[in-house]
């Protein structure tokens, strides 16, 4: 059993879900698909193969670049595991998008999980997540899963919370701009999953294209890029009652 790991992960925290949840199976190759420009067409697995695919939750869809990249991959049969991840709030249709879209690239997907993370915006929300806790949860969840993939005659349908048609797709529209800290090291640009950021001149974003994952932000060696902090408090105010209180992970089998 040859066991893959793919996520889209723009600050981490995903990644470091797929990663507790695959080290259980000794995942030993990862694949990023949240890279502009590669060509993930080249992503081919077989039967035998596992993948665990990891997806964060952008307001209750699987995000529309991580969806593109995805289709393109093929799997002639092998086993997925859907993973989501949120920012304590909810995933709503995400894990049934991520569900349909595997098996649409031709994944047998045998078992599913929601996972809560650190906000990537509104930070104190789901802080320091996934934490010790979340880890013991999940080595344990992926204890199950090992059970259930050694076992492909206990494949059989299960369910998936999420509604079809989906919920319409919308990202909270924070555009993170640099400041005049910024050294033009191009990082930020070269970095973006949607290339909103210009190469030329990286102080300039295109808002159209930018989908507020904040990779920018996370990985900028100067700290010059940001998002105004009046609008993040008005967010946070207006999520405040839904992110309140620890949301559990979740597994489906």
């Given at each position: 059993?040859?066991?893959?790991?793919?996520?889209?992960?723009?600050?981490?925290?995903?990644?470091?879900?797929?990663r507790?949840?695959?080290?259980?199976?000794?995942?030993?190759?990862e694949m990023?698909?949240?890279?502009?420009?590669?060509?993930?067409g080249?992503?081919?697995?077989?039967?035998?193969?596992?993948?665990?695919?990891?997806v964060?939750?952008?307001?209750?869809?699987?995000?529309?670049a991580?969806?593109?990249?995805?289709t393109?991959?093929?799997?002639?049969?092998?086993?997925?595991?859907?993973?989501?991840?949120?920012?304590?709030r909810?995933?709503?249709?995400?894990?049934?998008?991520?569900?349909?879209?595997?098996?649409?690239?031709?994944?047998?997907?045998?078992a599913?999980?929601?996972?809560?993370?650190?906000?990537?915006?509104?930070?104190q929300?789901?802080?320091?997540?996934?934490?010790?806790?979340?880890?013991?949860?999940?080595k344990?969840?992926?204890?199950?899963?090992?059970?259930?993939l050694?076992?492909?005659?206990?494949?059989?349908?299960?369910?998936?919370?999420?509604?079809?048609?989906?919920k319409?797709?919308?990202?909270?529209p924070?555009?993170?701009?640099?400041?005049?800290?910024?050294?033009?090291?191009?990082l930020?640009?070269?970095?973006?999953?949607?290339?909103?950021?210009?190469?030329?001149?990286?102080?300039k974003?295109?808002?159209?294209?930018?989908?507020s994952?904040?990779?920018?932000?996370?990985?900028?060696?100067q700290?010059s890029?940001?998002?105004?902090?009046?609008?993040?408090?008005?967010?946070?105010?207006?999520?405040?009652?839904?992110?309140?209180?620890?949301?559990?992970?979740?597994?489906f089998?």
């Amino acid at each position: 059993m040859n066991v893959y790991t793919m996520y889209f992960s723009p600050t981490g925290g995903t990644r470091r879900v797929a990663r507790i949840l695959a080290g259980e199976l000794n995942a030993p190759v990862e694949m990023d698909f949240s890279l502009p420009g590669k060509n993930y067409g080249m992503y081919r697995f077989e039967p035998g193969d596992v993948c665990f695919v990891a997806v964060p939750s952008f307001g209750g869809r699987v995000p529309k670049a991580a969806y593109e990249n995805l289709t393109k991959v093929r799997a002639h049969g092998a086993a997925a595991v859907a993973v989501v991840t949120y920012g304590n709030r909810a995933y709503e249709d995400t894990l049934l998008e991520l569900r349909k879209a595997l098996e649409g690239c031709g994944f047998k997907v045998v078992a599913a999980v929601a996972a809560v993370t650190e906000h990537s915006i509104m930070r104190q929300y789901g802080e320091g997540r996934p934490d010790k806790t979340d880890r013991q949860t999940l080595k344990v969840m992926a204890r199950e899963i090992k059970k259930k993939l050694l076992k492909p005659e206990s494949w059989k349908d299960f369910f998936v919370p999420g509604h079809y048609p989906y919920k319409e797709y919308h990202t909270i529209p924070l555009t993170p701009v640099a400041d005049r800290s910024c050294s033009q090291c191009g990082l930020c640009a070269k970095r973006c999953p949607v290339r909103a950021i210009s190469r030329k001149n990286p102080e300039k974003t295109d808002t159209d294209k930018c989908i507020s994952c904040m990779r920018c932000v996370s990985i900028c060696p100067q700290h010059s890029r940001k998002v105004n902090k009046m609008m993040v408090f008005a967010a946070s105010v207006k999520l405040k009652k839904a992110c309140s209180g620890r949301k559990n992970n979740e597994l489906f089998l």
